[in-house]
């Protein structure tokens, strides 16, 4: 559809078909949310950034020196050298000017040769052992990964594990975060941090409490925080230092003093930054920097948690790839939006026009980047969330990938069918993902449900981002899926397979006085049976496996099975457009990890796929 030059557009055609005009309102309020208004025919000026990808030829450049990565200097005069290394470079042109930086990056996204693999699609939070602190945790993941080699796996996809803002009470969606660039240390294995086993370190009494937690299936993330909150000021204080922390520090820089310096604040002030005293709303503020000086301790220890999820994250990911998922957007109340306030839509929030499922459509409260500001910024947040996703991983799933072509902006105030599709320079950020995912070594999903513009799927394969197919959608069986996909057959948002068979997901919605698409579930039954010819008397266990066994013949690249499904469990762990009419992302898995390993349906479903993987199990791709 036609945009202006704000990347506004005209128009879009729904799920349906029916094509919906931009109401004139909106494109006021939305244009008044990047800066601009109706009389403003353009965004302001270029930017000082350049992408170049090696097939599209030499990009013409201004005259200057090109300051290389690896500090060499060459001379431009014009044209782009074609042996310029891929990376990020710096023009600085003759007779001054701003300094532009030069993005060179391959064609297409990292895929290992050979790639054909399955493994397990994991909610972390809820995959606790004996040793949790009543939710699942990085030590957990890292057992995890451990047997699901021993199945014959060769990838773990889990939820994200970005950062909350570290207040009570804890956000409990994991595509809620306050950041994208750090984790969440409520993730971390407590007993494994540095001075944990000392006798002096005290913490006996809060593990013991932490573990009770794991008698109730539904997980007190704000009970969870406290005690690992408490045990980690106690190991802090005692900590002697160590040249890897400042090593991560130094190498994270200002952004990981940022983020630290957020959350400080956050325990000063509470939740909702825009309401904090004025001089601390800003991070390049004065009065933000004194904060900085006179809580440095504290500052530090934000710092230290961070350290300590990193290097947790990267022992379990030793085992196997691990699949990173990213969320679409950040909480406008969090460090990210704090720090990139500028170059944030802050009174607008992305979410999905009506559908099938969604007939009211959605509005996820997450808050947009400018496009032109983000350029403006020569992409350098974009580039720094896929970096710190891609970090310790194997691959990498985009959440709602058809945000990098455009998204759905929602005015504040405005109701959703209200809102209106917002272009974003999808080449530059297809060829940023493609960079950032051949220095990690890992290949890239894009998840590619819900409405979807014309054409979007076929550029995403040309770019080799896999595809993302679901059984409960795909009117084909799985043997005629798409080399180039994941292949699963639900996801987090979708019924488990036991809550579809047996109508407990429907008469949970039906429950919660919800209008449940029953002719979509209904035809989900009716694929079921069709794929795997088992009528409606079939036990769950059965129509488990024998799905995971027709799943197991797609060409697709990668097939995952949810650890929900592996257990038979009819809830699934988000239902969309819910938020406190049921435990979203709260439900920890009816059986311990220990019960997990032991149980025969994840090792019939374990035997029906596997022998898929040709790539090696190993963490190095």
């Not at 004996?130 to 890292?142: F, K, P, T």
């Not at 819900?450 to 197919?469: D, H």
């Amino acid at each position: 559809m036609p945009a202006d030059a704000w990347g506004i557009t005209d128009a879009y055609d729904d799920a349906r078909g029916e094509r919906r005009s931009t109401p004139a309102a909106t494109r006021q309020a939305l244009r008044a949310a990047m800066g601009g208004d109706l009389a403003d025919p353009r965004p302001p000026g270029d930017a000082p950034v350049v992408v170049v990808t090696r097939e599209s030829g030499p990009a013409t450049l201004a005259p200057g020196e090109l300051f290389l990565e690896d500090g060499a200097r060459l001379r431009v005069a014009g044209l782009l050298p074609p042996d310029v290394p891929l990376g990020y470079h710096e023009l600085h042109p003759h007779g001054g000017g701003a300094p532009v930086r030069v993005i060179v990056c391959p064609p297409v996204c990292h895929l290992p040769e050979g790639l054909r693999t399955w493994g397990w699609a994991a909610q972390l939070y809820g995959v606790r052992s004996v040793e949790s602190w009543g939710i699942g945790d990085l030590a957990d993941l890292r057992r995890l990964a451990r047997w699901s080699v021993e199945l014959g796996a060769g990838a773990l996809l889990i939820n994200p594990l970005g950062a909350s803002i570290p207040v009570l009470p804890q956000e409990p969606s994991p595509y809620f975060p306050s950041s994208r660039r750090y984790r969440n240390p409520i993730y971390l294995r407590i007993e494994e941090v540095p001075g944990a086993a000392e006798p002096h370190a005290d913490i006996e009494r809060l593990a013991g409490l932490g573990r009770a937690l794991t008698a109730d299936r539904r997980i007190d993330r704000d009970q969870v925080y406290r005690l690992k909150l408490e045990a980690l000021g106690r190991l802090w204080s005692r900590f002697g230092g160590d040249p890897a922390f400042e090593g991560y520090c130094a190498a994270e820089g200002a952004g990981l003093v940022d983020f630290a310096t957020f959350s400080a604040l956050a325990e000063h002030h509470g939740r909702g930054w825009h309401g904090w005293p004025e001089e601390h709303r800003h991070p390049a503020s004065p009065g933000v920097a004194r904060f900085r000086a006179a809580h440095e301790d504290r500052v530090r220890f934000h710092q230290w948690l961070q350290w300590l999820a990193d290097e947790q994250l990267r022992q379990a990911a030793e085992s196997l790839r691990v699949i990173q998922d990213l969320p679409i957007g950040v909480d406008a109340n969090g460090a990210d939006a704090w720090a990139w306030q500028d170059l944030m839509a802050l009174g607008v929030s992305v979410g999905a026009p009506p559908d099938d499922f969604s007939p009211r459509g959605q509005d996820w409260g997450l808050p947009p980047f400018i496009p032109h500001r983000l350029r403006s910024a020569r992409y350098e947040p974009f580039v720094q969330t896929i970096r710190a996703a891609l970090r310790h991983a194997g691959g990498l799933r985009i959440d709602h990938v058809m945000g990098l072509f455009r998204l759905f902006w929602i005015p504040r105030g405005m109701a959703t069918t209200e809102g209106a599709f917002v272009r974003y320079p999808v080449d530059d950020l297809l060829a940023i993902v493609a960079l950032e995912s051949h220095r990690a070594r890992a290949f890239v999903v894009g998840e590619d449900l819900g409405t979807v513009e014309a054409g979007v799927r076929e550029r995403l394969a040309a770019q080799r981002v896999l595809s993302y197919r679901l059984l409960w959608f795909e009117p084909d069986p799985p043997a005629r899926y798409p080399e180039l996909a994941l292949a699963a057959v639900t996801t987090h948002d979708l019924p488990t397979i036991a809550g579809l068979w047996t109508g407990a997901d429907l008469a949970a919605q039906r429950a919660l006085g919800w209008n449940p698409n029953e002719d979509g579930l209904r035809s989900m039954c009716v694929r079921v049976r069709a794929v795997t010819g088992l009528d409606e008397s079939a036990a769950v266990p059965e129509v488990i496996e024998q799905t995971h066994r027709l799943l197991a013949g797609a060409p697709s690249m990668i097939v995952t099975a949810t650890l929900e499904d592996a257990l038979a469990e009819s809830e699934r762990p988000n239902l969309p457009g819910t938020t406190t009419e049921r435990p979203n992302w709260s439900l920890a898995l009816p059986a311990s990890l220990e019960e997990l390993e032991a149980h025969p349906l994840p090792r019939a479903i374990a035997g029906a796929l596997r022998g898929r993987d040709r790539g090696g199990a190993g963490g190095s791709n």
